[in-house]
């Protein structure tokens, strides 16, 4: 894992290079190296900063081949060694240079199973490539300037620097991360700025200075295969996501998720490796029981991490004042706080992240399964639904999230999922922008399952999980592999996953991991739900982030309304998340000194 950086120049600039290349040690702090390229009075230059995973000793960049074709790449590919095989190259063991071999031999540019983003340059064409992984794991910005044709980088802060002076966001940007709960893959979160798309290429001359995007195929639901044994694929999956030359261990939530990961990693693999979990002292939010059962069965070393809640601002100041970027969903706070105790430890860990998106896990697909079934409407009569849309439980995150949901039963599925996740506090601006994005997702009309995916995988993937995961984990210099977004489990889900009926789906969901799980330990695990990964807060200093918003809500609309509406709330679960969304984003304008570009 790294930070990749580079920028095209009428003049070598060296100390520029290298200033930006050392700004992104936290996310490589083995090895910062540079290169700067001659291209027809132009410059090319090319930084990377280097977390050790694979080839330890040999694998530095950027990398250079005999055509001259150089790369700098952040991430990992999973089927490292199939491919090895497929171009006879065998006694490779750098992934890096496997990729700079094939990218410099292809026609067209391959899209390989992983979580990257690199840059490669084809000297015979004069030519960069910049590209991202399917889901967009790992990010990858650029810009254009009239002294600097091109700028690319891992991280926002990069287009900050008084050489490039991107210091603006569009009051609009704020209002679609309010809306979405996150900067999208089609945000500028600074004027100018914007994001390579995942699965896609950026190709600029450099010579000409000509650009143009080649985007991978998109994920194909017609190749069903009655062979596919999804047992002895994801055994495999999870093989390829533990090969490294350096320890790869696992997250252990206690969850069905990261339970399965460790127990076939130990049953299937015969593997030891050590797990982390995080705990809180407030017995509300606890469930560290679930993964010291796990560990202790696999006779793993495991290691807790408690999270105080009275230290929660601290660790909230310290995570706002480091981040690059603002992240909506307040878990990135208990997050944030395990990768840094994780990364004293090891280098690499597994995650469950993608799970649910894969396997409709989360309670809007319930919900929008209720929606879509006359039966469970039945069941779920009118005064259910009042009783929902009536509760007020100050702990109970899943009825808040329902009685949102019913509020908007009125709309269409797919937008009313939006609302569901997000904030109603603009409906019918929102609910413009949604149907907007939603047209980009090529819904089909009979492929109810793979519709509620291709929304989670486009919007609440991007907005929420990886940047939570990327942002949290490369602060501290950790690489998360997530194998449930490896390819192979993405066409396992949308091409051969049993099609249930709505009600089998509504009463057991993820049941192809549950009777996965179920077959390592009890089925009473197996059928376990998860709290979730909120934490307390309860300590958390309010008024500070009040205060700040009210220096703003009288230029910015949405503030102010957003300001009456918590006034008028007394649920806590909502008060925490909005208010926290809104802080986030303002907190990060105030510490990066940015302009706002109102509408008006």
Known sequence: MCGIVGFVSTQKRPELIEKLTLELSHRGPDKQSCEIINVENKY?????????????????????????????????????????????????????????????NSESIPMFNGMYAYAFYKNKEKKLFLSRD??????????????????????LSTFKDKEFKFRTIAEQEIKNYIYFGGFTNYSEPLIGVKKIQPGSSFIFDVSSLATS????????????????????????????????????????????????????????????????????????????SKSFYIANKLNFQHEQIIFKQKEINDIIKEFLNLTSEPVGDPSIIPSYYLYKNVSQHTKAVLSGDGADEMFLGYEWHRAAIIQKNKILKKIFGNHVLKSLAQSTTKDSDRLYKYRKFFETIDKDIYTQILFWQNINIEEQSQQLIYEKFIDCLNIQKNDFYNNLKKLDLAFYLSTNILPKADIGSMLNGLEVRPPYLDDRILHYSFNNQVKKSLLKYFTRSKSELRDLLSAYTSKKFSQQSKKGFSPDFEYWDKSSALELLRKYSNDIEIISKFLKMYENSNDFYYQTRELWKFYSIFQWIENKNLDIANEN
């Not at 977390?51 to 999973?78: A, T, V």
């Not at 399917?134 to 991280?155: A, C, N, V």
């Open 213 to 288: 995007v080649e985007n991978c195929k998109t994920i194909d639901t017609n190749r069903n295969d009655e062979n596919f044994n999804f047992k002895n694929t994801f055994i495999n999956v999870v093989s390829d996501h533990l090969d490294a030359d350096t320890d790869v261990d696992i997250l252990l939530s206690g969850g069905i998720d990261s339970s399965l990961l460790a127990l076939v990693t130990k049953n299937e693999l015969n593997k030891n490796v050590r797990t982390f979990s995080l705990g809180f002292d407030n017995e509300k939010f606890d469930e560290s």
């Open 44 to 104: 090319l230059h090319l930084g990377s900063s280097r977390l050790s995973i694979r080839d330890l000793k040999d694998g530095n960049m950027p990398m250079k081949n005999s055509d001259n074709n150089q790369i700098i790449y952040n991430g990992e590919i999973f089927n490292f060694s199939e491919l090895k095989k497929l171009h006879n190259a065998t006694n490779l063991k750098s992934d890096t240079k496997l990729i700079l071999e094939i990218l410099s």
């Open 134 to 155: 399917r889901f967009g794991i790992k990010p990858l910005y650029y810009s254009q300037l009239k002294d600097f044709p091109l700028i690319f980088s891992s991280e």
